[in-house]
């Protein structure tokens, strides 16, 4: 009774998989995601053919056109990189990589935890960071200490530094300095908490001309901090997990103005039907947003079915342990932390004003960045003369006067040490006689 059963079943998936067939030949090719969305197309010498599992490409020696190559880099990395490398190691290595189609650059994300110590109790690890963005590049270092008090509360404390610039510039690196504190604990009636908060202060500054030369531009990135709560709340029903999530942050330069929240709530069944989350988040003033998402999973059963029974279920069955993690698994988990800052970015005109009395000019304006420095003001007709020196105040301003000959002059201010130089100004001095 039971063979026939089965023939019962493996021919009715039989005549699915032929109905399934039928009805994609008689519905042509599919519409591409690009077109659907009104996306640029990927340029390729390929012909265009259908990733239908059921329909062999128009010439099997040549390779399937893909609508969106970068979705498949990343797996074949992590596929690759599975094949090559440890399995202790891939357990401690993330990579991300992917391509830029309207940049024009790959990207890559490598980040790496590497126990230095451990012991039974307690670890020292480092956390290396590489990011090559579709606009920055940068490196990051970690290094930190975890300590387990008890069989259930880890305490962990660690430090880092940044260095991010714009991908492909020569420019200095900005730099940041930062610290962090984790708590992880079991506290009883079956709940699970993880507690993080990490300060950021930027250690340097960076300036720089304009492309054209009159505008100086301060960048550097900003201070601030953040604090993320993962708390799972003790039962109310042996069928039900609630979780709150939370995260509250601020990132402040002198034009960078960065703070806000977030506040959600999970809850899943613990047969892994049913999940739903709930999510409020505000930021930098905005209008606030509030999310609600749900989730079913389903488990089929083809026998089930034929033998005229409810084939869906639940994937798992319900249990009273609510959680399977060790706190000692935590001494060997990447910390939580924000990384790529946004950079703080302040243009500020290099000024030069100037009024003509008699055979005297006198000239005034700013040099922001540069207080209590020389300045040297440079006449030209040709060359260019160096005339008198100037000093400005503790906020950049500069004032002076300087005698001239009749005729007519290009007037500007150069900070010799740098290189910054002001706006050319010409000026006329008008002979008395004429």
Do not use: C
């Not at 009636?189 to 908060?197: I, T, V």
């Not at 304009?210 to 531009?217: N, Q």
């Not at 001494?331 to 100037?354: S, W």
């Not at 006067?401 to 009749?406: G, I, T």
Request: net charge positive; proline share 7%; glycine share 8%.
């Amino acid at each position: 009774m039971s063979k026939s059963k089965n023939k019962i079943a493996v021919s009715s998936i039989t005549i699915l998989n032929i109905v399934i067939f039928l009805l994609i030949i008689a519905s042509g090719p599919r519409t591409s995601s690009a077109d659907q969305y009104g996306l640029p197309p990927v340029n390729s010498s390929f012909q265009p053919s259908s990733l239908n599992p059921f329909r062999l490409p128009p010439n099997p020696w040549r390779p399937l056109e893909l609508e969106w190559p970068e979705q498949y880099i990343d797996p074949t990395v992590e596929y690759g990189l599975g094949l090559v490398l440890p399995k202790a190691i891939q357990q401690s290595l993330d990579v991300d990589v992917s391509y830029d189609r309207w940049k024009g650059v790959p990207t890559f994300t490598g980040e790496y935890f590497l126990p230095v110590k451990a012991w039974k109790d307690k670890s020292v690890f480092l956390a290396p960071r590489l990011t090559f963005g579709s606009y920055r590049e940068g490196l990051s270092v970690g290094v930190g200490f975890r300590q387990l008090l008890t069989a259930e509360t880890l305490v962990g404390f660690y430090a880092f530094h940044d260095w991010v610039r714009p991908r492909g510039s020569h420019a200095p690196f900005l730099k940041e300095a930062g610290i962090g504190f984790e708590v992880a604990a079991l506290p009883g009636w079956y709940s699970d908490l993880s507690l993080s908060a990490n300060a950021y202060f930027p250690t340097n500054d960076r300036w720089s001309l304009s492309p054209g030369g009159d505008l100086l531009v301060h960048e550097a990135l900003p201070a601030g901090g953040d604090v993320r709560l993962g708390l799972l709340l003790p039962p109310v029903t042996n069928l039900l997990d609630a979780r709150i999530n939370a995260e509250v942050h601020s990132y402040r330069g002198e034009r960078t103005q960065i703070a806000g929240y977030t506040l959600g709530l999970a809850l899943d069944t613990r047969d892994g039907m049913l999940s739903a989350t709930m999510e409020q988040k505000k930021d930098n003033g905005e209008r606030e947003e509030f999310r609600v998402g749900g989730r079913i999973m389903l488990a089929f059963d083809w026998l089930a079915l034929v033998e005229g029974k409810m084939p869906l279920s639940a994937p798992y069955q319900a249990s009273e342990t609510r959680y399977s993690r060790r706190i000692r698994d935590s001494l060997y988990q990447k910390v939580a932390r924000k990384h790529d800052l946004p950079t703080d970015r302040i243009q500020r005109r290099i000024t030069l004003a100037a009024r003509v009395w008699d055979d005297t000019v006198s000239f005034s304006g700013g040099f922001p960045g540069l207080a209590n420095s020389r300045l040297t003001v440079q006449t030209a007709r040709s060359p260019w003369r160096d005339r008198m020196d100037v000093v400005t105040d503790s906020r950049g301003f500069y004032s002076g006067q300087l005698r001239l000959a009749p005729g007519r002059y290009k007037l500007r201010l150069v900070h010799k040490p740098s290189g910054r130089v002001s706006r050319v100004k010409t000026i006329t001095i008008q002979d008395e006689g004429l």
